[in-house]
Structure formats: C-alpha cells, structure tokens
C-alpha cells in the first residue's frame, strides 16, 4: 500500500528531478584527498550502483579528517540529501558520522547512523536527509567526527566516527512547494516534541572542545516539530556549567576513569574551562537560535553514585562534607542518598536553581526519574510523623496511604520552594520560568517516591509532568514486539486525569531509544488517543543519538503532525520506504562476489 500523499518525509513528496554529485573527489582542498587509506586524508574510492557512479569520500576510526569544501554550483531552495555506506558491524565502529555544513551557515549539523545491516550481508548506500535550504552561493563542508585520545598526531591519537559520504543529492522545490513548505514551518499547532540532552554524551564519545562542536548538538532541530530543549545542568552538587556553587565536571587531579568515554568527558570540560567557554551557555544560545525553548535539567538524586560510574565523587564533595544529611531506611541504616527531608538539602539545591535561573533560561526541571529515592525513614521525619499519628512509620506496610502522604509533603514542600523562586527570578522577564518534573506515570509508583503530584497540579506549582515510563522504578525498556513503553492509553489515564481542567501539560517520554519509524507513529499515536498534546524524548540527542538524519529520525521530527499520523493509521499503516539502494561495486570489488564465513 502506498504511503499517504499527505506525508512530507524526507523529499519523497517533492516532483523535481534529482541532481546527484557523485564525484567527491572534486572536493577541496585536494591535498586533504588520497586514493590510498592515510591517517588525516579522507581516501577516495570508486563505487557503482545501479544507477549511479562515482567516487565516494571515506575515513576510518582513527583517520581524523581535515574538514573539506565541496562546490554545489546551484542557486535557490532545494532538498538536501546525503547518501552514505552505513557501518554493518561494532568492529566498524559505534556509529556513522559526518558533521556538515554549507557554507553560509553558522554552525554544524551532525549526521550519524547506528549500524545496519541487510539480512542478505549485501551492502546498501543509505540516504540520509538533511534539510531545505536556499543553496545559491553555497558550498557544502564535509567533516569527521574526531576526538583526541592520545598523544602526538600518529596513530591511535585520535577516536573517530567513521564516516562515508556517497553522494549529495539535491532536490529544486517549486513554487508551489516551496509556498507549501514555508507554510508547513510556520504552523505552531505541530510545536509539541521536546527535546532532552544529558549534556555528557557528546562529551563522552566525542570529547567535545569548541563553541562550534557544542553547536551542532542543537542545529539538527531546525526543520522539526521540537519546541523545546531541556538541557541538563547538573545533578547534586556536580554541575554541566560554570558553577560557583557547586563541582565542576573537570574533576581534576582524577587520572584513571572506569570507562575511556569519561575521561575524555573530563579532559573536555578542562579544554573548555582553559578556554573560558561554557558549553550550558553556549547551548542555551543556540537553542533559542533555532527557534527552541530552553529548560534547564536537575537530577535531584545525584550526589553519589556506585562503581563503575564512582567517578563522579572524585574530589571535595557534598555528600562527604555532610552525612548528617544522608538518608535512612526502615531498619536506621544509613544509605548512599542525600535526604531532602533536611531543610539544607533543600535550600542548597534551591541555590543552584537559582543560580541556573540567573540565565535566559525558559524553564528548570526536576528529574526524579534518575536513582531516587530522595526521601525515606529519615529520623526527623519519623518523629514527627509518630508525633501527629502516634505510631512509628517504620512498624506500618510500606504502602501506608497516611504515611505516604505525610512523606510527600516534604517534596511538595520542595516544590512551592522551586516555584516560588522561580517567580522571584522572572519578575523581571517577559515570561515566566516554567516549572517541569520528570515523574512517573501511575498514584502509587509516585507516592513510593514521594511525589504527591495532584497537590502539585492543585496549587499551580508545576507547569509540565513528563511521566517516564509506564513501569514501576522507571525502567523505560519493555520486551514486548516493537518494545514501546505506551502500550495502551489508559497506562495514562491517572496523569490525564491529574491535569484535568488545569494549565498544567503531560508530555509522556517516548522509549525505548531505538525504534522503527513505524512504531515512533504508533507510539504517537497512543500517547495522542490518551489525551496528551506533547511527547518527551529522552536522549534525543547527545552525539546523534535520536537527532541523527537517519529514516527513523525524519519521521520522530515530524511526529507533532497529527494529521499525517492520522492519515497514515487509516491508510492502513504502510510501511514508511527507507531510501536506498544496493551498491554494486566498491573500490573495484565487485560486491555479488560473496565470500562466505
């Protein structure tokens, strides 16, 4: 069955006929270029398709290319596409990428694609889209992700994305399409994806050093239906800005990490604290650049964490300088948490938000979702509970609705103290600073942690609940096919509800990360049928993650497009074509010759 027409996906709904540059080897300068693989070259290598020939640009793990300049020689708006040879196994790498450019544009957009593989081991050049953009004048910078990783320039210096650029496709728009488009960018009503980046993987992976590499995390939103980006800030007292507060991620004097990925998320931090560069200052500017909200992310619960992610406490640490604020659980033993049930606790992390809010910020918000709890048996507590009810906690069923509910007014005592400092920081801003908490989906599951959230909703003290998953302890991964975590709407039946006849939006997070585009609809879909107006994407981005230009991410971006969605159910749901096509020879190797094993 066909796709609907009323489907914009990619460039399949535009008539024009297609201009492939197939010869990248015309790219400059050409000194950057070599026919043979060598470290800081990008090797040029013929292939052939069915339809098309030329010469592709490739670079390996530990290649790290130069950037080059390849002329487009095309004037007004056209579709942008990038054929490429995906990766097919980890020996190849984590992922694909490519960061581009054209010319003219102020920052990198960053194309990568996880591995992919046909079920008959042939080999398919992928096409990826970009973008719509006006390409007169413009050239187009091709580049490779490269993160140094040891000394000197020979090899093993540098950990690189590998990258394979095929050809660029362009598409000329009509007028009529191009009167279409404009008005398809301009509808508010398809605003309701946001967005959320952890502010560590990019560095992790990629060991982020510049303005510009911090950038290209937030140039894949132009063309999309995001609103918002909600960028973490920190959690506990360690924090992705330049705090004067709390700890910095550099974490000095700490040489040997468990994972290579969170040494060169220090060494980033260390590159951008020598060069006085903030990169939580850097992103909110870019995000409000292309149009996006910017929310600032707290995890609440992030004072202490266990091996082998034990890094984190290197240094003078507010969880060691304070145990008398630890917590409790039913037997009196001290556990590896922070308790808000202590005032402090609270007012010192009222002080990082209030340091956050110092910033253009449109938003902060509360992440409860990441290694709660944050409240438990804490002796204060117990006293005062035994004290109004005259029993101790601790002798009650976990799931005492009374002591449930006294335990709760902790955090929603938190959460009055979040708004009303937010308020206090917005009085002199156009808007006010919104108040967001990543929560659970279900009553009990969030009274278990200590969420009390209809009291919430009832004295206006949060503007947006992002419910994580439908499972108890936030666990966002289910084994069922398609493994959605919204299988039904009624599994948000108890938010719909809590924010009936109130301001207050539910945005339920979408998971697992990785999903056909066909089940991102369906997922939508359900969300939709369950009254929500908006979806969450938790790590939809952070070196490419979700916001990758791949067949799955052209879809996700345009899930705010109800009228498609619907359109495409009762079209009987077809399968959404992913572009490509077989690559019939490789650098002379003629590919229907198999080698098996």
Same mark, same amino acid.
């Given at each position: 069955m066909a796709v609907p027409l009323t489907d914009r996906i990619g460039d399949a709904w535009l008539s024009g006929t297609p201009r492939y540059l197939t010869d990248l080897d015309r790219a400059e300068p050409a000194s950057a270029i070599r026919s043979t693989p060598e470290l800081r070259h990008w090797r040029a290598m013929s292939y052939r398709t069915d339809s098309l020939s030329g010469t592709m640009l490739a670079a390996g793990l530990e290649t790290a290319a130069p950037t080059v300049r390849l002329p487009l020689d095309a004037r007004g708006l056209h579709a942008i596409s990038i054929g490429t040879v995906p990766i097919r196994t980890p020996a190849e790498g984590l992922t694909l990428g490519m960061p581009l450019k054209l010319s003219g544009d102020d920052a990198y957009s960053f194309l990568t694609m996880e591995a992919y593989r046909r079920p008959d081991h042939g080999v398919d050049v992928v096409e990826m889209y970009w973008k719509v953009a006006d390409l007169t004048g413009q050239a187009l910078d091709i580049g490779q992700a490269s993160a140094r990783a040891g000394e000197g320039d020979g090899a093993g210096a540098f950990a690189c994305a590998a990258a394979r650029v095929v050809y660029i496709k362009l598409v000329p728009l009509t007028d009529a399409e191009i009167a279409a488009w404009r008005a398809d960018q301009a509808r508010a009503d398809t605003r309701r994806l946001f967005a959320h980046n952890d502010a560590h993987f990019a560095q992790y992976l990629f060991r982020l050093t510049s303005a510009d590499d911090v950038r290209r995390e937030i140039e894949q939103y132009h063309e999309s239906d995001f609103s918002r980006m909600y960028w973490e800030a920190g959690g506990g007292d360690l924090m992705s800005y330049f705090s004067s507060i709390g700890r910095r991620h550099t974490l000095d004097g700490l040489e040997d990490y468990g994972r290579r990925g969170d040494r060169m998320h220090a060494e980033s931090w260390r590159v951008f604290r020598d060069a006085g560069?903030?990169?939580?200052?850097?992103?909110?500017?870019?995000?409000?650049?292309v149009g996006l909200e910017f929310h600032a992310g707290y995890r609440v619960a992030g004072f202490q964490y266990p091996p082998p992610l034990d890094h984190h406490n290197h240094g003078d640490t507010y969880f060691v300088r304070h145990p008398e604020f630890y917590g409790e659980d039913r037997e009196?033993?001290?556990?590896?948490?922070?308790?808000?049930?202590?005032? &402090?606790?609270? &007012?010192?992390?009222?002080?990082?938000?209030?340091?956050?809010a110092e910033r253009p910020i449109d938003g902060v918000c509360l992440l409860y979702n990441r290694r709660p709890p944050v409240v438990e048996y804490e002796l204060p507590l117990v006293e005062e509970f035994a004290r109004e009810f005259g029993c101790d906690p601790r002798t009650l069923p976990e799931d005492d609705p009374d002591w449930l509910a006294y335990r709760a007014g902790t955090l929603t005592q938190f959460m009055r103290d979040v708004r009303a400092a937010m308020d206090e920081a917005s009085r002199d801003r156009p808007r006010r600073i919104a108040v967001s908490a990543i929560v659970a989906a279900s009553e009990a599951e969030n009274l278990m942690q200590g969420l009390d959230l209809a009291t919430w909703v009832r004295e206006g003290l949060v503007d947006t609940l992002i419910p994580y998953s439908a499972r108890t302890n936030f666990r966002p991964f289910f084994n069922e096919p398609g493994g959605m975590v919204w299988t039904d709407s009624e599994q948000l039946r108890f938010l719909a509800e809590t924010v009936a006849d109130?301001? !207050?939006?539910?945005?339920?997070?979408?998971?697992?990360r990785s999903m056909s585009a066909e089940d991102y609809r369906r997922q939508a879909a359900t969300i939709y049928a369950?009254?929500? &107006?908006?979806?969450?994407?938790?790590?939809?981005?952070?070196?490419? !993650?979700?916001?990758?230009?791949?067949? &799955?991410?052209?879809?996700?971006?345009?899930?705010?497009?109800?009228?498609?969605?619907?359109?495409?159910?009762?079209?009987?749901?077809p399968e959404l074509p992913r572009p490509s096509m077989p690559l019939r020879e490789w650098d002379g190797w003629d590919l229907s010759y198999v080698t098996p094993g």
């Open positions: 560069v903030d990169p939580f200052d850097v992103a909110l500017e870019q995000t409000h650049a009196g033993n001290r556990t590896p948490r922070i308790s808000y049930s202590y005032p &402090e606790v609270r &007012e010192f992390v009222l002080s990082l938000l209030r340091e956050m109130s301001s !207050c939006l539910v945005a339920p997070n979408v998971m697992p369950a009254g929500a &107006e908006h979806l969450f994407f938790w790590d939809s981005a952070g070196g490419g !993650c979700r916001a990758n230009f791949g067949h &799955e991410w052209n879809v996700l971006r345009r899930l705010g497009h109800v009228d498609e969605i619907q359109a495409w159910l009762e079209a009987g749901e």
